[in-house]
């Protein structure tokens, strides 16, 4: 193993906006402690389609990529609804990418559940924002398992998961549990940790240095546990 590939939102990334200076994330934690290079993804207020995408480009890109990386995915929320934009940004700019991509957030405040576009009226919102996680989910994790590339995923942001529909019942059965760390348990998901322990920063909602470090630690004994690096069928 050479490379750890990481892909997710503005929770996997540095978070220097002033007046915070956290000059680390989860994904360079865990390449530090086994000594790998680095490839990070991630693009902050960015949803999981994107994730999707990107993911299975870089690896497609260069197939030797799939015989010596690790991923590790940390899953945004499923409100952030991804496209393709038409005005490029530098900032949003991946090198040996052509698309490149932005969000709308289809809550108004990202965690009470208000809907932004009232002429939705007939969606059921729960439902749709469910399906849209486990079909970005199911995709990747078939794609991991198809070229047999090690992963692990986690949740950086809360998806609402709990329901009774006989079809997302079906999904969470299929969902690989010993490669998504703490999966369906909303008191492990990066944000609610950080939460819970006042580990955020102040008026920011992201992740303080040791709320990074500490959850990565989290990732790198569930990683050895689970002899997770291993190359062996997934």
């Known amino acids: 193993m050479q490379n750890l590939f ?3 939102c503005s929770y996997n990334q540095w978070r220097t906006v002033a007046p915070h200076n956290v000059q ?5 934690e865990i390449a530090k402690h086994y000594n790998l290079d680095l490839t990070n993804m991630s693009a902050g207020g960015k949803g999981n389609d994107r994730i999707v995408t990107t ?32 005005n490029i940004k530098k900032e949003d700019i991946f090198e040996g990418f052509d698309l490149q991509w932005r969000s709308i957030n ?10 932004t576009f009232e002429h939705f009226a007939k ?39 709990d329901t ?40 920011d909602g992201h992740a303080s240095e040791i709320g990074v470090k500490k959850y990565a630690k989290l990732l790198q004994r569930y990683i050895d546990s689970e002899q997770l690096m291993k190359k062996h069928p997934l």
Not at 24 to 28: A, I, K, L, S
Not at 141 to 159: A, S, V
Not at 164 to 185: Q, T
Request: hydrophobic share 40%.
């Open 106 to 115: 289809v809550l108004k405040d990202g965690k009470h559940g208000k809907e």
């Open 6 to 8: 990481t892909n997710g």
């Open 164 to 203: 009774d529909a006989i079809e997302f019942v079906a999904f969470k059965e299929y969902v690989l549990k010993k490669r998504f760390f703490k999966f369906d348990d909303p008191r492990w998901v990066h944000r609610n940790f950080c939460v819970s322990r006042n580990m955020e920063l102040h008026n």
């Open 24 to 28: 680390t994330c989860v994904g360079q």
């Open 123 to 161: 969606m059921d919102l729960p439902a749709w924002l469910q399906q849209k996680y486990f079909s970005c989910v199911i995709n990747l994790q078939n794609f991991f398992k198809i070229h047999n590339i090690p992963y692990l995923m986690y949740n950086g942001l809360e998806n609402d998961l």
């Open 55 to 86: 993911t299975m480009n870089w690896f497609l890109q260069n197939s030797s990529r799939m015989k010596n990386s690790f991923a590790l995915i940390q899953w945004s929320s499923a409100a952030r609804f991804d496209y393709p934009r038409t």
